[in-house]
């Protein structure tokens, strides 16, 4: 009899562990998601920005109480993702040219930055920067690539619950970078220079904060090329910038490198300050430049292909400065 009361006393304290052991692993499950917001739906309304040119997205949660999230949408819509619950920042940005953008501090909503790398070559021409002439006042400047087309945006005021239940995230992304065209009108003498021709501008910024939504206040140089047209004697080009620094306004100088059919090189810069700064819209910004002179060449044929022509590597520049008709 005592030992089936041993027996029938153990199986009610085993049992009575039991229930204690399962409440407490149920507290523990009840209790994850307490931080956890598990159905938000990201949609990016492109209502600021029409065009709706871009493929992938990035999306970047910051929080003061749980470390950054990041998430990547390979379409332009958004998506389903899990997140922590509360109160964040957001910032978004386009990632359609991983390799020509570079991002550097993401771990801060307000030092993430985009930028471009340096460049070392004028592409038009094949000719290192090393050693090329610079206009006065901007020898130091770094010469950077043009950025591509950039969207994004950022909202300081994202609460999100915490629930299971769906919940949604609009974001609105716009423009981030500038429209930049130069031309060159009524050239005279277009024909003497090889149809590969560079330039630069000085003094724009070197990168943007989309989690401002402003540039940056580094000044660099941006290079790029031109097309000529030799019917209308003209040479243009189109590029995107992130615009000008912030802080102090700046000069800016356009320096064109012409390669000339005599095997010479010509060095040319203008002052833009005043079509750069007094732009109607500083987004879109056209810079027209008349009066450009090119050298009389006699139209004579070129060497064949790989026993001369129109020289790369130039170790020194006619220089010419020129004063605007705008």
Known sequence: MKKRLYKALCLLIFSLLLLSEGCTLKELNDDAPTTIADNVEVVFNWSKSP????????????????????????????????????????????NDDPYGHILRNEHSHDEIEIFTDDTGVLVGQGISTRGIPRAKGTEEEPLRNTPSMIYGTQDRDVNLKVSALPQKLELYPEELVC????????????????????????????????????????????TFTLKADLERNTLSSEFYTFGVPEGEERGHKLCLYIALKNMTGGFYTFDVTDQVNKAPDPRNVSIKIYGLKLPEIPDEPLPPQGEGGVSIELDSWDTYHFDLKV
């Open 179 to 222: 429209r930049y065209s130069v031309e060159f009108a009524d050239v005279e003498n277009l024909k003497s220079a090889d149809v590969r021709i560079d330039a630069t501008i000085s003094s724009l910024a070197g990168g943007y904060y989309p989690g401002r939504m402003t540039p940056n206040s580094e000044a660099v140089s941006h």
């Open 51 to 94: 065009s709706k040119e871009a493929q992938t997205m990035v999306v970047y949660l910051y929080s003061t109480k749980h470390e950054m999230m990041d998430y990547r949408f390979n379409n332009p819509d958004g998506g389903i993702i899990r997140t922590y619950g509360g109160a964040h920042t957001a910032v978004c940005h386009s």
